[in-house]
């Protein structure tokens, strides 16, 4: 069992940055990928990074590449996304997932309720 909570979200302009955390707690929390999805409105939720369980392997969107940066610390249990260079198209709803780098949501068991990035021009 694992549950997870996003924080960071909020409001920037376009070119700001925003970083995000996703606490987790349940003792299989290093056993598992961790994972950044996002859902915009009226679009599907879509991979945005992701992390390998010891951080040694990172994996990126290529709408993200050189601008978004994912890690995690362990021994707080936690995995933070950081978003630069922010643009509009940003605007999401963002979570974090614990399972498989990049695979269909559906197969996730795991999931935060999200934390909400807005991004003005």
């Known amino acids: 069992q694992v549950h997870l909570v996003e924080s960071g979200g909020g409001l920037v302009q376009a070119g700001g940055s925003l970083r995000l955390s996703c606490v987790a707690s349940?003792?299989?929390?290093?056993?598992?990928?961790m994972n950044w999805f996002r859902q915009a409105p009226g679009k599907e939720r879509e991979f945005v990074a992701g992390i390998s369980w010891s951080g040694s392997r990172t994996y990126y969107a290529d709408s993200v590449k050189g601008r978004f940066t994912i890690s995690r610390d362990n021994a707080k249990n936690t995995v933070y996304l950081q978003m630069n260079s922010l643009k509009p198209d940003d605007t999401a709803v963002y979570y974090c997932?614990?399972?498989?780098?990049?695979?269909?949501?559906?197969?996730?068991?795991?999931w935060g309720q999200g934390t909400q990035v807005t991004v003005s021009s």
């Open positions: 997932a614990a399972g498989q780098i990049a695979g269909p949501t559906s197969s996730y068991n795991y």
């Open positions: 349940g003792r299989t929390f290093t056993n598992y990928p």
